[in-house]
């Protein structure tokens, strides 16, 4: 064992209590840390869970049709100042297969699935209801939304003159599987579909509002005959959906939104969460460093005539600041080993007290490798940095001095 | 060749020319006013004088742990005063021994860990040799058996004993002790000094032991007195240590 940590371990076990007061202090500090993070990294993903079940990563989507000023030709002068703002229609991707196709190659795309929708009615006796009609192709739909597993009743089989609807609009309209809905365009076309199953995708909305049928039959609903109105994407890494978006947007010259832009809010308030848990963890890894200072300071006060000795012994200036570098690096270390066991201990009994009314977590607490290591590398960095000072001071300890005044 | 041999053996290990020594910026002290010396292998020197003399302050420019504001320091023929601080470090690491007053014993290793310290520092980590020749020098000051004792569990005597052995770990030329029995009761101050003698007599390294007890001036080599910051005597006991 070199030098410097043969006497940095003794230094450390030499003063027991203060050793274990300060790792203690460090653990504490990087349970916090780990606890908070878990909490708030399983609160975030919990809820992007829950918002990308019912949504595409990114939705590509025909140009916003907008009347444009009329200008003369010669001098750039406006002749029709007023425009009216156009109202949007249910319109086709013009090409949407070599689209598609485009979209399916651009890098970070995992799946792609065209739609057609648009606004209906859905009637049976005397209720009706205003819903969103989806036309989809049920493989590639159903690889993008976890259709299939969360089926309630019924098959996943959109195809033909059979749909499958929501289990609030079930509800709503008093229908279940084998039923007969009809299905009406605001202009009059109609046609009627057999209800092929039930699904319950976690948001009430959108069990409310939905109809999946096929392609074809959305397509003659809403008279789009061969068109899709938008197509869903899905990428490898949700969170760089927006830069992915604007690569499709740039790429097929059509507007490509991503589920952060669509959920700006959202994003806001997990921005908002996260900042005010790193601001919490920064304050916590400063008091952390503050505590491990103090003690390594009154600790080179202590020591000053062992560091003189040692000195007047040959060792160099170097050695006696890489021996309380270490001091402060071993605190951190013990302190993150402890203090990840104690955070992971925090997070279960914490996950358990979380629980849905069938027992389930309410949101995943779990702690990655990833985030003890970060945690680990925190504590050793704020160990060594916190020693720093201390060990500065000791190795500009005169040894006369430190052994006359020691 | 006998004779180049001879003069090497004989070869001073402490020089000390014209050393001056001040304190201070505005109001200054001067602590040492021209000190010569010259100890050589295998002599037994102790350095007298009235508190405040300047006894320690020469220890420490001996022992390099101070630099002389004027003068030139030699240790083991090498000019000291020419150094940087690694290397004074080093030269007071391999080439001089110390016998501190309070023993200054490290109080987180036990006795066999302290006497293998300096070998530890010099070595840059702990070698299974060591341990060794650590025994065999705490076998030397009669202390074998307590190898494994902590300095707290030692008595007063066997703490310098084995402050001793440490300062003979690194067979350094030069050992220097500060009131090495200044701490002691009579019967283990005669002990300790004693050991200090026989040691000095087997392994020919020269010793400049600071002292206030005349009694143990007495029974070294040569006793330098030191008054005012000069030295005012030098030569072999008798009576020069009482001035």
């Not at chain 1, 990840?340 to 914490?350: A, E, P, R």
């Not at chain 2, 494994?148 to 569990?153: I, V, Y």
């Amino acid at each position: 064992m070199p030098l410097e940590w043969y006497v940095a371990i003794r230094f450390l076990r030499e003063g027991r209590m203060q050793t274990l007061l300060i790792v203690a202090g460090a653990a504490i500090g990087v349970a916090v840390m780990l606890f908070l993070s878990a909490l708030m990294g399983g609160l975030a993903e919990s809820l992007i869970a829950q918002t990308l079940g019912t949504q595409a990563h990114i939705v590509v989507r025909p140009v916003v049709e907008a009347a444009r000023p009329q200008r003369t030709s010669t001098r750039d002068t406006l002749v029709m100042p007023r425009v009216e703002r156009t109202a949007q229609r249910v319109r086709s991707i013009v090409g949407w297969q070599q689209v598609m196709r485009d979209v399916e190659r651009a890098p970070g795309v995992v799946s792609v699935s065209p739609t057609v929708s648009g606004p209906v009615f859905a009637q049976r006796g005397d209720a009706s209801k205003s819903v969103i009609l989806l036309g989809i192709d049920p493989e590639r739909f159903a690889r993008i939304y976890p259709i299939r597993a969360r089926l309630r009743e019924g098959v996943y089989r959109p195809v033909g003159d059979s749909c499958v609807i929501g289990t609030e609009l079930a509800s709503d309209l008093g229908v279940s599987v084998g039923d007969k809905v009809r299905l009406s365009v605001v202009d009059g076309a109609s046609d009627v579909f057999t209800v092929a199953g039930l699904f319950d995708l976690g948001n009430r909305e959108v069990n409310r509002r939905w109809v999946l049928v096929s392609m074809r039959s959305a397509q003659t609903l809403l008279d789009l005959v061969g068109g899709v109105s938008a197509i869903d994407v899905t990428v490898d890494d949700v969170f760089a959906a927006t830069t992915i978006a604007e690569s499709l947007s740039a790429r097929t010259g059509l507007v490509a939104d991503s589920w952060m832009q669509t959920n700006a809010q959202l994003m806001v308030g997990l921005r908002s969460q996260s900042s005010s848990s790193n601001l919490i963890q920064v304050f916590v890894v400063l008091a952390v460093a503050m505590g491990i200072a103090s003690v390594l300071i009154v600790s080179v006060v202590q020591k000053g005539k062992e560091i003189g000795i040692l000195r007047a012994m040959g060792t160099s200036r170097r050695s006696v600041l890489v021996v309380f570098l270490l001091q402060g690096g071993i605190v951190g270390l013990l302190g993150s080993i402890v203090g990840v066991g104690l955070g992971m201990g925090l997070s279960v009994f914490f996950a358990s007290l979380a629980v849905a009314a069938d027992g389930s977590p309410l949101f995943p607490v779990h702690v990655s490798l990833a985030l003890i290591a970060r945690c680990t590398v925190v504590a050793v960095s704020t160990g060594l940095l916190s020693a720093v000072l201390p060990a500065r001071r000791a190795a500009r300890l005169d040894p006369a001095v430190a052994i006359r005044n020691g | 060749m006998a004779d180049a041999t001879a003069a090497e053996r004989d070869a001073p290990v402490l020089v000390l020319e014209g050393v001056h020594k001040s304190y201070g910026t505005t109001v200054i002290t001067e602590v040492l006013r021209g000190i010569d010396l010259r100890v050589i292998p295998g002599e037994l020197t102790a350095v007298t004088g009235p508190s405040g003399s300047g006894k320690s302050t020469m220890l420490n420019l001996i022992g390099l742990l101070d630099r002389p504001t004027s003068g030139k320091v030699f240790v083991a023929g090498e000019e000291a005063t020419a150094l940087d601080d690694a290397g004074l470090t080093r030269l007071r690491g391999t080439k001089i021994g110390f016998v501190f007053q309070f023993h200054h014993l490290l109080p987180g290793f036990s006795a066999l860990e302290n006497v293998m310290m300096p070998m530890t520092i010099a070595s840059g980590r702990p070698r299974p040799w060591m341990h060794d020749k650590a025994l065999a020098l705490l076998d030397k000051v009669g202390l074998a058996d307590r190898a494994d004792a902590r300095p707290s569990e030692l008595s007063g005597g066997q703490q310098q004993r084995v402050a001793i052995a440490r300062a003979l770990a690194m067979d350094a030329p030069l050992i220097l002790a500060d009131e090495p029995t200044g701490n002691l009761d009579t019967e283990t101050a005669g002990r300790v000094f004693e050991l200090m003698r026989e040691l000095n007599r087997t392994t020919r390294q020269a010793f400049v032991v600071v002292t206030h007890d005349p009694r143990l001036a007495e029974r070294c080599d040569r006793v330098v007195r030191v008054v005012d910051g000069r030295i005012v005597s030098d030569g072999p006991p008798n009576g020069a240590a009482h001035g």
